[in-house]
Structure formats: structure tokens, C-alpha cells
């Protein structure tokens, strides 16, 4: 009888609720590229914190950072279209990528008619940002590469990931701080739910940025 009332106080709309998949993964992290590879560097309890390479951090309050070594995007996308793409957006579309092939997902026109991409980001490509406006302030606009400017906007990395699969669903950045990833997931989840799109591929990418490391340890935010 317990039982009975227990389910009877059940409420209908969270009965109504449908159950959402995950049928795909990728990753490309400090310990490892690939859920498989991610898995086992992580349950053999391997760090991916250590010493920042990619920049001079004498002046910081800190010198670690989870940062991706060896990152070799032509490994897992070829070499075509990867030369005007910073590392934000090579970081997203290598994860994509793996992402869709875990999923055994074959992108026929139809699908990708359908499928989204919600991608959270702190502060995007920020350093292809940082580098176009200061090169517009110090010499002036007329020796800017046009090409460049799409990196500076901050969906930049989402639009790519549409633009080289050939995605036309919904296209939406999370840019919400460090929770940003679950925002994500909750956002497409929403979608998911309100029959706005069949599929979604959602997920997170955010570079190694000397001007955001710099900003962290004058925050006390580093350890």
C-alpha cells in the first residue's frame, strides 16, 4: 500500500518528462584524446595539471595549467581548411568529430538538416581576438587579414563546427563562466524536449589563454 500511495503522489508532468540519449563522445583533454584513452589515463588516477608551455608564466602566481599537449588537429580532421582556424575552434572541431564517429552517426543531408550544436565557452577564441584588435590598434586597419575576423566573435567556434559538417539546426553559444558545459546540456536538453530539434551536439571548448591565465591569477583564482 505504501508503494502505491508513493507513486500515486507522482507528478504527471514529471511522468510526461521523455528521456534523453547520449550516443556519442568526444574528447580531446590533457590526459587524452578519445573517451577510451580519457577513461583509462583517468580511473589510473593520472594528473593532466603541469607546467605551462605554451607561454611565459614567470610573472603569474601560478606556473600549472590542464594543458593539451601534443595537440595534432590534422591527425583526426586532414590537413584541408585548418590554416585560418585558431585553437578554440580546432579543440571544438576535433571533439566533433570524434564525437560523430562514436556515435556511428552517418551525415546524409537529412540529418544534417536537423542536427544543432549548443557549445559553451567562457571567453571563445580570445586570443585570435585579442591579437586582431591589437594589430588594428598599433598599425592600423588597412594591415589586418579580413580572413581572420571571424575568429574574433565568440561563436565563432560553434559556426565553424555547422560550417564543416554542414549542420543547419539550432547554433547557440553558452557563454555563462564555469558552469557553462551543464547550461549547455540543459539548454539542448530543453530543445530536445519542446520538439525544436531531433539531435543536438553539444559540448565545450576553451583554450589555454596567456590574456585569461594572466586575469585568473590577478583574481587569486589560481592555485
Not at 39 to 53: C, D, E, F, P, Q
Not at 76 to 81: D, T
Not at 159 to 166: E, K, L
Not at 174 to 189: C, M, N, Q, R
Request: charged share 15%.
Amino acid at each position: 500500500m505504501g508503494k502505491k500511495n508513493r507513486a500515486q503522489k507522482k507528478s504527471p508532468s514529471a511522468l510526461a518528462i521523455p528521456r534523453i540519449g547520449i550516443t556519442g563522445i568526444g574528447i580531446v583533454s590533457p590526459i587524452g584524446t578519445g573517451k577510451n584513452r580519457f577513461w583509462n589515463n583517468l580511473t589510473a588516477g593520472h594528473s593532466g595539471i603541469r607546467k605551462v608551455t605554451l607561454f611565459d608564466t614567470q610573472n603569474t602566481s601560478s606556473s600549472l595549467a590542464g594543458e593539451i599537449r601534443h595537440f595534432t588537429p590534422k591527425s583526426i580532421l586532414g590537413s584541408k581548411g585548418l590554416r585560418l582556424l585558431d585553437r578554440t575552434t580546432l579543440l571544438g572541431l576535433c571533439a566533433t568529430q570524434l564525437a560523430i564517429e562514436d556515435s556511428h552517426l552517418t551525415l546524409t543531408p537529412e540529418i544534417a538538416e536537423n542536427l544543432g550544436v549548443v557549445l559553451a565557452s567562457t571567453c571563445g577564441s580570445v586570443s585570435s581576438r585579442s591579437g586582431f584588435f591589437l594589430e588594428a590598434l598599433e598599425h592600423g586597419h588597412r594591415n589586418l587579414n579580413p580572413a581572420l575576423f571571424p575568429n574574433t566573435v565568440v561563436n565563432s567556434p560553434a559556426s565553424q563546427i555547422a560550417i564543416r559538417f554542414g549542420l543547419r539546426g539550432v547554433n547557440c553559444t553558452i557563454s555563462t563562466g564555469f558552469t557553462g558545459v551543464l547550461e549547455a546540456f540543459e539548454y539542448a536538453a530543453n530543445f530536445i524536449r519542446l520538439n525544436r530539434s531531433k539531435a543536438i551536439l553539444v559540448g565545450g571548448a576553451e583554450e589555454l589563454a596567456e590574456m585569461v591565465y594572466i586575469s585568473f591569477s590577478k583574481s587569486g583564482l589560481l592555485s
